[in-house]
Nanobody, 115 residues
């Protein structure tokens, strides 16, 4: 069973940057969509960014122009570059991969932005 492992979270001041990584423990075939979600305590998980197999990317309005999603097939890794971070970006961030009929989630990584 392939697992996704996120890294790169941490504490950063407002205006700073972080790059999250999501590494798959093995090769995932027929990927349809790769995505990043985030979740605040007591709230539903929300979509932050996603990229489809045709390299079409979509972003939540709250992160457009600040976040960039990308993938490196050779490394079985996807990324979320986060710039100009704001305190409201504070959340646990999760990566997700949809492939054929399979749905993979990472365990989450905490991002905290101080004001």
């Amino acid at each position: 069973q392939v697992q996704l492992v996120e890294s790169g979270g941490g504490l950063v001041q407002a205006g700073g940057s972080l790059r999250l990584s999501c590494a798959a423990s093995g090769r995932i075939f027929r990927i349809n969509t790769m995505a990043w979600y985030r979740q605040l305590p007591g709230k539903q998980r929300e979509l932050v960014a996603r990229i489809t197999s045709d390299d079409s990317a979509n972003y939540a309005d709250s992160v457009k122009g600040r976040f960039t999603i990308s993938g490196d097939n050779a490394k079985n890794t996807m990324y979320l570059q986060m710039n100009s971070l704001k305190p409201e970006d504070t959340a646990v961030y999760y990566c997700r991969v949809l492939a054929s009929s399979r749905n993979y989630w990472g365990q989450g990584t905490q991002v905290t932005v101080s004001s």
